[in-house]
């Protein structure tokens, strides 16, 4: 079974700063999933990727497959990027999604 | 082509009474998959159902919970006799297979009181 561990827990930083969550994982994947869920909101998926990387806006995720390692980074951090950030092996072993416990990051004015 | 529709978005029961939840996928999509998140924990994995079919329900407590996926109609997770801790977010997503880009509703909050 896949550990999917993920790291800082918690995360505070001011408005503009880089940031960075990491995600680290014991079994190879084929595919890795970084997902956002805001205070009291649902899920939003806002990466599914496999190699390389990714951007979307101020977003981007990397993964290292040899490292099994894979980061979020978020440019010009704002308040509105505060939420948890969860990334989670969607690989189909066993047709289960396994998850982070998830960075809870908090973008202060 | 609409998200995945959870309802209730909230829903507040009493100990002892049925919860039923409701999650209609994305057109398209024939795997759906339930997840159940407690306070302050991660995302724990409970079922995974195509049409009709339960695949996987590893996940899922042994008494008092069940769910399906009929051929039409949204998928449905039951709780009968809920107690104190079934007091959580309810989500469920789907996919059209893995590995694919799995998307998620809103979730549904339930409160038992």
């Known amino acids: 079974k896949n550990e999917v561990e993920q790291s800082p827990q918690n995360l505070t930083a001011q408005e503009g700063e880089f940031i960075t969550i990491n995600c680290s994982y014991s079994v190879g994947i084929s595919a890795l999933h970084w997902l956002q869920q805001h205070p009291g909101g649902g899920i939003v998926s806002l990466f599914m990727l496999s190699s390389g990387k990714k951007k979307h806006g101020r977003l981007i995720a990397t993964i290292n497959i040899q490292e099994k390692h894979s980061s979020l980074h978020i440019t010009a951090s704002h308040p509105r990027d505060s939420a948890v950030y969860i990334c989670?092996?969607?690989?189909?072993?066993?047709?289960?999604?396994?998850f982070g416990k998830g960075t809870r990051l908090h973008i202060l004015p | 082509n609409a998200g995945v529709m959870q309802n209730p978005r909230h829903l507040v029961r009493r100990r002892g009474q049925e919860a039923r939840l409701r999650c209609s996928p994305m057109?398209?999509?024939?795997?759906v998959y339930w997840y159940r998140q407690l306070p302050e924990e991660g995302l724990k994995f409970m079922v995974y159902l195509q049409k009709e079919n339960i695949i996987d329900e590893s996940g899922m407590p042994k008494e008092r919970f069940s769910a399906e996926f009929p051929k039409e109609g949204p998928s449905i997770l039951r709780i009968q006799q809920v107690v104190r801790g079934d007091s959580a977010a309810y989500f469920c997503?789907?996919?059209?297979?893995?590995?694919?880009?799995?998307?998620f509703g809103q979730g549904t909050r339930l409160t038992v009181v």
């Open positions: 997503a789907s996919s059209p297979s893995l590995p694919a880009e799995a998307f």
């Open positions: 989670a092996d969607a690989s189909n072993r066993d047709d289960k999604i396994i």
């Open positions: 057109k398209g999509h024939s795997h």
